[in-house]
């Protein structure tokens, strides 16, 4: 069984940075696509971005290219999205998601969750 852990979310302004981790259980954790996605309130959960078992390919939705960056250190078992020049309009509760095989933009291609870290930005 696959667990995930979010952390580093926060309330910061507009303009700063923060970075999220993503904490994966099991040994078999580099075989994993994982991906970011988010939820504003009364909005639906949207795809962040996605990074491939390696590390090798990443991809962005287009409102975050440029300024969101994710990794992966599959030594640490760990995923991470680095934050920055954050808007107000980033407000959202962030999941962290994974899947055997190649990453996907849709949220129904991913088996595993975590529960999710809050991050606020104010103007």
């Known amino acids: 069984q696959v667990q995930l852990v979010e952390s580093g979310g926060g309330s910061v302004q507009a303009g700063k940075s923060l970075r999220l981790s993503c904490a994966v259980s099991?040994?078999?954790?580099?075989?994993?696509?994982a991906a970011w996605l988010r939820q504003a309130p009364g909005k639906e959960r949207e795809f962040v971005g996605a990074?491939?078992?390696?590390?090798?390919?990443?991809f962005y939705a287009d409102f975050v290219r440029g300024r969101f960056t994710i990794s992966r250190d599959n030594a640490k078992n760990t995923v991470y999205l680095q934050m920055n020049s954050l808007k107000p309009e980033d407000t959202a509760v962030y999941f962290c998601?994974?899947?055997?095989?190649?990453?996907?933009?849709?949220?129904?291609?991913?088996?595993?969750w975590g529960q999710g870290t809050q991050v606020t930005v104010s103007s």
């Open positions: 990074i491939s078992s390696t590390g090798g390919t990443t």
């Open positions: 998601a994974a899947r055997l095989g190649p990453p996907g933009t849709r949220q129904s291609e991913y088996n595993y």
């Open positions: 099991g040994r078999t954790f580099n075989r994993y696509a």
